[in-house]
Nanobody
Framework: QVQLVESGGGLVQTGDSLRLSCTVS????????MGWFRQAPGKEREFVAA????????NYADSVKGRFTISRDNGKNIVYLQMNSLKPEDTAVYYC?????????????????WGKGTLVTVSS
């Protein structure tokens, strides 16, 4: 079993930066590919970014490419999402995810473990 706890959300202004953290616990937590998703009010949960177990391979949604960076510190069991140049449309609850493969962790229906989310609000 893997537990995921997100932190770092908050209220920021357009153009600001924010770093989210996902603390991973469980016996094999550091071996899982990890991802971030977000869900805006009234919308479906969508993929944001993913990273393989070693941190060498990353994937991003087109909407955040060039602005967001996913990384991981396996020694600390933490996955980060650095968000720069934030826009009002980035406002959402951000969820950490873990699954058995990098491919799986990019799709909501295949994610094996979810965190409870952290709210990011970007004001205009």
């Amino acid at each position: 079993q893997v537990q995921l706890v997100e932190s770092g959300g908050g209220l920021v202004q357009t153009g600001d930066s924010l770093r989210l953290s996902c603390t991973v616990s469980g016996r094999t937590g550091t071996s899982y590919p990890m991802g971030w998703f977000r869900q805006a009010p009234g919308k479906e949960r969508e993929f944001v970014a993913a990273i393989n177990w070693s941190g060498e391979i990353t994937n991003y949604a087109d909407s955040v490419k060039g602005r967001f960076t996913i990384s991981r510190d396996n020694g600390k069991n933490i996955v980060y999402l650095q968000m720069n140049s934030l826009k009002p449309e980035d406002t959402a609850v951000y969820y950490c995810a873990a699954s058995s493969s990098l491919e799986e962790v990019r799709f909501t229906t295949w994610v094996r473990y979810w965190g409870k989310g952290t709210l990011v609000t970007v004001s205009s």
